[in-house]
């Protein structure tokens, strides 16, 4: 994007390129994504949507190509290390500590947050205990945020599917993120469930002007929520753009529909 | 028929009922014995909770750590130094699981990462022998093993120390999960290794301090055991013993483990001591595995364990 009058970009994809084996999920994707902005990418299933989410948290390393975060190179940094950049994210089947429980979960969100020593914490003192509280209290302002006030005693495990869902963007934004990596935080949920995933992300931009960029196939969800719309498919950028432009972009409309030949 | 209903459901309470203090021995030679247990079991507990494998070789661990800490005593050193030395070569331990096992295993399913750690047991059962020789050796950490009555209750002195040793280390991990954001980070890492990752929790560091503290529990848990019946191979198979304590604590839990250790301890020592003559004694070579496999049946995720909840 070259666009006059936009923000700095915060994220710079430059040329990623990924292959696992004869496979090439990711070739030559670059884009970049301005600081605060909702982006939404979309494509087909296997459009490699996923795998250029996992190369940006470090999941994945490309073969080539780079990354930027915030003006700095960090294409090679393991995942526990872009997340220290500040770059948060939740995942497509939801990988949330089934065993612990939802404030417990939300909390781990804070650990790259706390310091201080072993010793006073163990013994749950001083400024340990004053610590806890203090990310507690955070904690307890992203609970309240999310209406999951009902549930923080609860197993993440046993929750249904579209709280744990919830549960799991509650984890990402403990860790007070510069940029949000959301893989397809609506699927299957029901309408009403997604109006309100719509509401939380919107209020998390609006709230704490947190950058985002997701995943999502439901097409209305995209144009409600997201000024910037980066399509894939095959591994390839076919579109890049305001909503409007891409939605009515051909190469899209060949990729959603099939190319008509006739 | 009535007489055997009466040697089984009345005779050995009146017996408890008539002997108190001899009770009191009783139960308390148990606990001390179930503390022990806890502390194997604890070094279990600890590998599961943060990276889902049964390590098989604690047990050897153990005897490793006894094995090293005896060997460098009898070269010389004074206990303290040897001790030192001793925490040094297990923490170097679990630097080089983590490198050499671990690391190419990780992401594997849980079986491979517990056959790689039976492997494990015979390394180290093997350079703990090549290292130190394959005698029983005696560990004395000064400890007397003598006796002194309160009460007119028989006590032990290494007993009693053991016992409280392992109640303190107990007490301290405990809190050390629960409480601290190390503890959380490894309920964290045990539960989910990608999300682990996602919100900055560096899975080597882990793996490394966990294995540190299970070799630590293990120093701990072959001086008490070694001081008592002397360092040698069968030290390795108390390891056995640390199972039942697990199935019945649950392998997640470390309250569980301590709760788990203290029934099995009392449980079987009662029952040598009242139920045994019936059938002719040995009661407390079996006992822990009847009750484990009771608990199989009827409660498999253990008294704390976490329920395992199938989503179809």
């Given at each position: 994007?070259?666009?006059?009058?936009?923000?700095?970009?915060?994220?710079?994809?430059?040329?990623?390129?990924?292959?696992?084996?004869?496979?090439?999920?990711?070739?030559?994707?670059?884009?970049?994504?301005a600081?605060?902005?909702?982006?939404?990418?979309?494509?087909?299933?296997?459009?490699?949507?996923?795998?250029?989410?996992?190369?940006?948290?470090?999941?994945?390393?490309?073969?080539?190509?780079?990354?930027?975060?915030?003006?700095?190179?960090?294409?090679?940094?393991?995942?526990?290390?872009?997340?220290?950049?500040?770059?948060?994210?939740?995942?497509?089947?939801?990988?949330?500590?089934?065993?612990?429980?939802?404030?417990?979960?939300?909390?781990?969100?804070?650990?790259?947050?706390?310091?201080?020593?072993?010793?006073?914490?163990?013994?749950?003192?001083?400024?340990?205990?004053?610590?806890?509280?203090?990310?507690?209290?955070?904690?307890?302002?992203?609970?309240?945020?999310?209406?999951?006030?009902?549930?923080?005693?609860?197993?993440?495990?046993?929750?249904?599917?579209?709280?744990?869902?919830?549960?799991?963007?509650?984890?990402?934004?403990?860790?007070?993120?510069?940029?949000?990596?959301?893989?397809?935080?609506?699927?299957?949920?029901?309408?009403?469930?997604?109006?309100?995933?719509?509401?939380?992300?919107?209020?998390?931009?609006?709230?704490?002007?947190?950058?985002?960029?997701?995943?999502?196939?439901?097409?209305?969800?995209?144009?409600?929520?997201?000024?910037?719309?980066?399509?894939?498919?095959?591994g390839?950028?076919?579109?890049?753009?305001?909503?409007?432009?891409?939605?009515?972009?051909?190469a899209?409309?060949?990729?959603y529909?099939?190319?008509?030949?006739? | 028929?009535?007489?055997?209903?009466?040697?089984?459901?009345?005779?050995?309470?009146?017996?408890?009922?008539?002997?108190?203090?001899?009770?009191?021995?009783?139960?308390?030679?148990?606990?001390?014995?179930?503390?022990m247990?806890?502390l194997?079991?604890?070094?279990?507990?600890?590998?599961?909770?943060?990276?889902?494998?049964?390590?098989?070789?604690?047990?050897?661990?153990?005897?490793?750590?006894?094995?090293?800490?005896?060997?460098?005593?009898?070269?010389?050193?004074?206990?303290?130094?040897?001790?030192?030395a001793?925490?040094?070569?297990?923490?170097?331990?679990?630097?080089?699981i983590?490198?050499?096992?671990?690391?190419?295993?990780?992401?594997?399913?849980?079986?491979?990462?517990?056959?790689?750690?039976?492997?494990?047991?015979?390394?180290?059962?093997?350079?703990?022998?090549?290292?130190?020789?394959?005698?029983?050796?005696?560990?004395?950490?000064?400890?007397?093993?003598?006796?002194?009555?309160?009460?007119?209750?028989?006590?032990?002195?290494?007993?009693?120390?053991?016992?409280?040793?392992a109640?303190?280390?107990?007490?301290?991990?405990?809190?050390?999960?629960?409480?601290?954001?190390?503890?959380?980070?490894?309920?964290?890492?045990?539960?989910?290794?990608?999300?682990?990752?996602?919100?900055?929790?560096?899975?080597?560091?882990?793996w490394?301090?966990?294995?540190?503290?299970?070799?630590?529990?293990?120093?701990?848990?072959?001086?008490?055991?070694?001081?008592?019946?002397?360092?040698?191979?069968?030290?390795?198979?108390?390891?056995?013993?640390?199972?039942?304590?697990?199935?019945?604590?649950?392998?997640?839990?470390?309250?569980?483990a301590i709760?788990?250790?203290?029934?099995?301890?009392?449980?079987e020592?009662?029952?040598?001591?009242?139920?045994?003559?019936?059938?002719?004694?040995?009661?407390e070579?079996?006992?822990?595995?009847?009750?484990?496999?009771?608990?199989?049946?009827?409660?498999p995720?253990?008294?704390?364990?976490?329920?395992?909840?199938?989503?179809?």
């Amino acid at each position: 994007m070259s666009g006059a009058g936009r923000p700095p970009s915060l994220l710079e994809v430059d040329g990623i390129s990924v292959r696992f084996g004869a496979v090439q999920a990711l070739d030559g994707v670059s884009l970049e994504i301005a600081r605060g902005e909702i982006a939404a990418i979309i494509g087909p299933n296997g459009a490699g949507k996923t795998t250029l989410l996992n190369v940006i948290s470090g999941f994945y390393h490309p073969n080539e190509g780079a990354i930027r975060f915030a003006g700095a190179d960090r294409t090679h940094l393991k995942p526990y290390e872009v997340a220290t950049l500040g770059i948060a994210r939740t995942f497509q089947n939801v990988a949330l500590f089934k065993g612990m429980s939802v404030l417990d979960n939300i909390m781990t969100g804070r650990l790259l947050k706390m310091h201080g020593s072993f010793l006073l914490e163990a013994l749950y003192w001083g400024p340990a205990r004053r610590q806890e509280l203090e990310h507690r209290g955070f904690v307890e302002q992203i609970i309240d945020f999310l209406e999951i006030q009902a549930i923080r005693k609860t197993p993440a495990g046993r929750l249904p599917y579209g709280l744990q869902k919830r549960v799991e963007l509650a984890r990402a934004l403990a860790a007070e993120p510069t940029l949000l990596l959301l893989d397809e935080p609506m699927a299957g949920m029901n309408v009403e469930e997604k109006e309100d995933m719509c509401r939380f992300i919107l209020g998390v931009n609006d709230e704490f002007g947190t950058t985002m960029a997701l995943i999502e196939h439901d097409m209305s969800v995209v144009m409600d929520i997201s000024g910037h719309v980066v399509a894939l498919d095959y591994g390839r950028k076919i579109a890049d753009g305001t909503p409007d432009q891409v939605r009515n972009d051909p190469a899209v409309i060949d990729a959603y529909l099939g190319v008509a030949h006739a | 028929m009535l007489s055997l209903l009466h040697a089984v459901f009345v005779a050995p309470f009146l017996d408890m009922a008539g002997a108190p203090t001899f009770l009191a021995e009783v139960l308390i030679g148990g606990i001390a014995a179930g503390l022990m247990y806890s502390l194997v079991a604890l070094g279990f507990v600890l590998i599961f909770k943060a990276s889902g494998v049964f390590n098989f070789a604690q047990g050897v661990m153990v005897l490793f750590a006894a094995l090293t800490l005896v060997g460098l005593m009898e070269m010389g050193l004074p206990v303290a130094v040897a001790l030192l030395a001793t925490v040094a070569v297990m923490v170097a331990l679990a630097f080089g699981i983590e490198r050499v096992v671990l690391r190419p295993l990780v992401n594997q399913a849980p079986i491979i990462l517990f056959m790689a750690t039976i492997g494990l047991t015979f390394v180290l059962e093997g350079l703990g022998e090549m290292l130190w020789g394959a005698n029983v050796k005696k560990l004395d950490v000064g400890i007397p093993d003598e006796s002194f009555k309160v009460a007119g209750i028989l006590l032990n002195k290494l007993e009693l120390t053991a016992a409280g040793t392992a109640a303190v280390l107990v007490a301290v991990l405990a809190v050390f999960f629960q409480r601290t954001r190390i503890g959380r980070a490894l309920r964290a890492v045990a539960d989910d290794h990608e999300a682990a990752l996602s919100i900055g929790i560096p899975l080597k560091t882990i793996w490394v301090v966990v294995w540190s503290v299970a070799g630590l529990v293990a120093i701990v848990t072959g001086i008490m055991w070694g001081a008592k019946s002397g360092v040698q191979f069968s030290l390795s198979l108390i390891a056995l013993k640390a199972l039942p304590v697990l199935i019945l604590g649950g392998f997640t839990s470390v309250p569980g483990a301590i709760v788990g250790g203290l029934i099995v301890g009392t449980g079987e020592k009662l029952g040598e001591v009242y139920w045994g003559p019936l059938v002719g004694g040995a009661i407390e070579n079996w006992f822990a595995y009847m009750l484990a496999l009771v608990f199989l049946v009827f409660r498999p995720q253990g008294l704390f364990g976490e329920r395992i909840i199938e989503r179809v």
